[in-house]
Structure formats: structure tokens, C-alpha cells
């Protein structure tokens, strides 16, 4: 199996309300809602998404990462869906690593994009790593490139990553996309429960992207 992103995680101060959010904006899709860990709340950490990899040895995979200038996050843990162990990559970003499903399934993320600091040095990971490849660099104009990612050596793009050293307020992360069967009734759904459209919608190769946020944390449909 190639490494992916296996898992999406939302760790939210309230896990209730952010279930019946997101069921109302996104549907049936494969999300975990979990309750931000107490030491993470305590620090005043905000909700927030939670991609994992999976890959076939976490804790080697993880000394791999810190090598290569990662930080783990807190220890590894075990759990129903496997082993789970949470990094800081040299670009600031904070993703997880895990074990594969035995039976793996579309990832519940349609896109995948990373803002780091220098974002060419930090995806240099991801490709010595997973095999993750670049492929087309798009012109963002004022807030810089955008360069596009497949899984593997001639596979279709299926992420991005661009710098953020030259756009101030931008925090690094790995930023989430998700479909949705109707975009309209989906923004519907988010005001209806109290979130708000940020930006949007905008139309990227024929697909209509739109951001949004309540108080659990950051959407992308």
C-alpha cells in the first residue's frame, strides 16, 4: 500500500456539537471525532484537524521524521484502529502517523494541502519517505506558488504544498478538503449551525472550492 493519508481526525473541545456539525455539512464520511487531548486544551490549543499517514512501521517511521528534523508529539498510542504516533515535521506542520487498515478505503479527504516554511525543504521529506511526487507548480500571484503532489511516480495529483515565509498570519498545516454531493446545501448546512463561509466559492479545474469555519475548526468543501 502506498503511504497515504489513512485517517482524518477532528480533536474538538466538544465532540457532540462538533458530530452534529459535521454530519449536517459533510454527511456519512469516515471522520473521527475525537476530544482534544487535556494537555493540548490546557495550552489554550484550538480544534483542529488531525491527517494520518499510514505507513508499515510507525515507530520507525517516526525516528526517520525526527532525523530529518521532526518532533514527536507526545508518546505513541494504540487503539482500535491501530498504532498512532503525532510529529512535527521540519516545516511546522503537525501530522500523524499510523498502521494501515486491513481493508484500506478511499482516504475521506478529497484534497490535501501543507503550508510550511520552506515548503521545498519540508516536502523533501514526504518524497525521501512516501515516494510523494510533485508534479504541476500553479501561479498564486501575489501569495506565491503552489505546487501539486501525487501519491506516487506518475499518479494523478492529489494535494498541494506552498511557502508561507512571505504571507504573515499564515500558520503551517496540513489543510483538508472534503466533498460534498451538493455544495450549495452544504454552505446551507454550516450557516445553519452557526459556521461561517470564509472565502468562496471559488472554481479550481472545473470543482468549486469554498472555505469555511465554526467553532470546532477550519472546513474546506
Do not use: C, K
Not at 466538544?14 to 476530544?35: C, M, N, S
Amino acid at each position: 500500500m502506498l503511504p497515504r493519508f489513512v485517517r482524518i481526525l477532528h480533536r474538538a473541545r466538544d465532540p457532540v456539537a462538533a458530530r452534529t456539525f459535521y454530519a449536517a455539512v459533510l454527511g456519512d464520511l469516515d471522520i473521527e471525532i475525537t476530544p482534544l487531548p487535556e494537555a493540548a486544551a490546557a495550552r489554550g490549543a484550538p480544534a483542529h484537524w488531525l491527517g494520518a499517514i499510514g505507513v508499515d512501521d510507525v515507530s520507525q517511521t517516526v525516528a526517520q521524521r525526527v532525523a530529518r528534523g521532526a518532533t514527536q508529539l507526545g508518546r505513541t498510542v494504540r487503539d482500535a484502529r491501530g498504532t498512532l504516533a503525532i510529529v512535527r515535521d521540519v516545516g511546522g506542520a503537525v501530522v500523524a502517523l499510523t498502521t494501515p487498515p486491513p481493508a484500506p478505503q478511499p482516504p475521506a479527504a478529497e484534497w490535501s494541502h501543507l503550508d510550511a516554511r520552506d515548503a521545498e525543504t519540508t516536502f523533501g521529506v514526504y518524497t525521501a519517505l512516501f515516494g510523494w511526487q510533485s508534479t504541476e507548480r500553479v501561479d498564486l500571484g501575489r501569495a506565491g506558488t503552489m505546487t501539486q503532489f501525487a501519491w506516487n511516480a506518475g499518479g494523478p495529483s492529489v494535494g498541494s504544498y506552498a511557502d508561507i515565509a512571505s504571507r504573515p498570519g499564515i500558520h503551517p498545516g496540513w489543510i483538508f478538503h472534503f466533498r460534498v454531493g451538493a455544495l450549495d446545501t452544504a454552505l446551507q448546512a454550516v450557516r445553519d449551525h452557526g459556521g461561517v463561509v470564509l472565502a468562496g466559492p471559488t472554481t479550481r479545474s472545473g470543482v468549486r472550492v469554498v472555505v469555511s469555519r465554526t467553532e470546532y475548526a477550519p472546513t474546506n468543501l
